[in-house]
């Protein structure tokens, strides 16, 4: 899976989601590393198991948002929107 920062202080970004989770916070440990106010520490994981992908929130303040839903934990499908803190990214998994 890829994963395309599209709005935030680090547009244009691409993470490679290649782990069985994938870390995303503002803790610069986290495997996705997005450092805002706006962003928990430990906001988010994503998950891979196969060619299946989904994310789930780690009780951050803000809120992870999938296609402007709010979510605790969903599949993720190819070009879905993920909002989290004031980044907009876009995953893109399978071919």
């Known amino acids: 899976g890829l994963l395309v920062v599209q709005r935030?202080?680090?547009?244009?970004?691409?993470?490679?989601?290649?782990?069985?989770?994938?870390t995303v916070g503002r803790h610069p440990?986290?495997?996705?590393?997005?450092d805002d106010v706006t962003v928990s520490r430990k906001h988010a994981h994503i998950q891979r198991r196969?060619?299946?992908?989904?994310?789930?929130?780690e009780g951050s303040l803000?809120?992870?948002y999938v296609n402007r839903r709010r979510v605790e934990?969903?599949?993720l499908a190819n070009g879905d929107e993920l909002q989290?803190?004031?980044?907009k990214?876009?995953?893109?998994?399978g071919e």
């Open 29 to 34: 440990e986290s495997d996705i590393f997005l």
């Open 50 to 57: 196969g060619d299946a992908f989904s994310i789930s929130d």
């Open 8 to 22: 935030g202080p680090v547009a244009g970004s691409k993470f490679l989601i290649d782990k069985d989770v994938t």
């Open 89 to 93: 990214l876009v995953i893109y998994v």
């Open 84 to 87: 989290i803190g004031k980044f």
């Open 62 to 64: 803000n809120g992870t």
């Open 73 to 75: 934990d969903t599949e």
